[in-house]
């Protein structure tokens, strides 16, 4: 009888751009799983009926992301018992999407620097929930004023950040000109008290022409230098060497000479 069967333990919801799994164990062994999302004020809804597996994806009976869910993991054998017999249940911890999903990795679509100004344009993630014409929402479009991105930003082999915000998908931000930069884009959420920051997008770094100095640094520029005063000392004190030879072995020739005639 379902008396005797084990609940479900450990019960987690993972939630990127509100595409939300719900995550359990164990593995079940001669019964099923039984899914029941339960709203503060919708009516329950059923997923992943009869399972064997210790997921669910259940991003489509929480479509209303403001509303607080609470999932019943029903454990239940695989013929049907008394209707009277209530199943044994395991609940998960509340969960508001609006508040809690994770906010993926911002796309950049377009950098460049050009002089003294770096531009930067990307595009914010996309959810599963649609639009009455098909196309995709965004993270945008479902947060709207509450959400901001944030541009960090450094010179290239400098660990100093610097930061601005944006409520729009693009950035104009002042730089040095013969410099390059790196930087990424992240989403954050200021209301919020847990996962503020969304993922951060990939690290790009422009690239603007730079001189020997600025890409090497002064070591290289010190053993130029060096290499130059050596080449310079080289080319002044070899012919005076070379002169001195000649002179002393013209002499040596002489004076051989000289006593040869002696002789």
Excluded at 39 to 55: A, F, V
Aim: glycine share 4%; aromatic share 12%; proline share 5%.
């Amino acid at each position: 009888g379902y008396e005797e069967l084990p609940t479900a333990v450990n019960i987690t919801w993972s939630s990127i751009n509100f595409k939300t799994i719900l995550h359990w164990q164990p593995k079940p062994s001669g019964y099923f799983y039984t899914v029941e999302i339960h709203g503060r004020t919708s009516d329950i809804k059923r997923k992943c009926i009869l399972t064997t597996e210790t997921e669910c994806d259940v991003t489509d009976v929480l479509r209303n992301v403001n509303e607080t869910y609470t999932a019943h993991i029903l454990s239940v054998l695989p013929i049907e018992m008394d209707n009277f017999e209530e199943p044994p249940f395991a609940v998960s911890e509340k969960f508001i999407p609006y508040s809690q999903t994770i906010i993926g990795k911002p796309e950049i679509k377009d950098y460049s620097q050009n002089g003294s100004k770096l531009n930067v344009v990307f595009r914010d993630p996309f959810t599963p929930y649609l639009f009455p014409n098909g196309s995709f929402q965004s993270i945008q479009d479902i947060f709207q004023h509450d959400l901001e991105y944030k541009l960090y930003y450094w010179k290239d082999r400098s660990s100093g950040k610097k930061d601005v915000t944006t409520k729009s998908r693009k950035f104009e931000v002042s730089v040095d000109s013969d410099k390059n930069y790196c930087f990424y884009v992240q989403a954050v959420i200021p209301f919020r008290r847990e996962n503020r920051n969304g993922q951060e997008s990939t690290v790009f770094c422009t690239s603007v022409e730079r001189s020997i100095l600025d890409e090497y640094g002064t070591e290289v520029f010190i053993i130029i230098a060096v290499i130059a005063v050596a080449v310079i000392t080289l080319a002044i004190v070899l012919p005076v060497v070379v002169c001195k030879r000649k002179k002393a072995k013209k002499t040596r020739a002489v004076r051989e000479k000289e006593l040869l005639n002696g002789v």
